[in-house]
């Protein structure tokens, strides 16, 4: 099947740090989204991307759909304790994929 | 708000007994649903696409007689576990989008416990 690679798995930063996560796939992707989970509940929808090459901002967040179309990054500005969760890249054509996820803590 | 509802949050059930778990769209309609599975600190895991009106696409080393999924309207589908043993244990999630092959949105999970 479709398989993500999502890297870092991990990331330990300090409050007002830049974080920065991506994605790629052997696979082409028509839409690439990036979900934040939060223990004990479902994703929530971040930042989704139609076009390859789209460059795509939410707040302090921005996310780059690859022009190869296999690939997605997303970037956190300034981050604050709240930013703290798991971070999902998804990969969609009919159905929907996911990455390993970005465990992101932020230390005050 | 939430556009897609799922129900129950949390169930704790008998080995051998059947679990239901309901996923609704609130203001659109989805011809379209998944199922997911999540195992702790782990990714989602596609276990089915959910279609209205016709039979569900289980991924592959699924059971879909172990998990029966019902999408009977537009606005509903429900998974049932059935015959639950303690390794079903595992947090469910379902997704719709509002436009097929567009963002799908998630229900809020529900957390299996076979005892």
């Known amino acids: 099947g479709q398989q993500l690679n999502q890297s870092p798995q991990s990331m330990f930063i300090q409050e007002g740090e830049d974080v920065s996560m991506n994605c790629t796939s052997s696979?082409?992707?028509?839409?690439w989204l990036w979900y934040k989970q939060e223990p004990g509940e479902g994703p929530v929808l971040l930042i989704a991307?139609?076009?390859?090459?789209e460059l795509t901002s939410n707040g302090r967040l921005t996310a780059q759909f690859g022009i190869t179309r296999k690939d997605s990054f997303l970037n956190i500005s300034a981050s604050i304790p709240s930013d703290v969760g798991i971070y999902f890249c998804a990969g969609q054509n009919n159905d929907m994929r996911f990455g390993a996820g970005t465990r992101l803590t932020v230390k005050p | 708000g939430a556009v897609v509802s799922q129900h129950p949050s949390r169930v704790i059930c008998k080995s051998g007994t059947s679990v239901k778990i309901e996923c609704r769209s609130l203001?659109?309609?989805?011809?379209?649903m998944f199922w997911y599975r999540q195992f702790p600190k782990q990714s989602l895991m596609l276990m089915a696409t959910s279609n209205e009106g016709s039979k569900a696409t289980y991924e592959q080393g699924v059971e879909k007689d172990k998990f029966l999924i019902n999408h009977a309207s537009l606005t509903l589908s429900t998974l049932t576990v059935t015959s639950a043993h303690p390794e079903d244990s595992s947090f469910y999630i379902c997704?719709?989008?509002?436009?097929?092959?567009?963002?799908?949105?998630f229900g809020q999970g529900t957390r299996l416990t076979v005892v």
């Open positions: 696979s082409i992707f028509n839409t």
């Open positions: 997704s719709a989008p509002r436009v097929l092959n567009t963002e799908a949105f």
């Open positions: 203001d659109f309609q989805a011809t379209t």
């Open positions: 991307l139609y076009k390859a090459g």
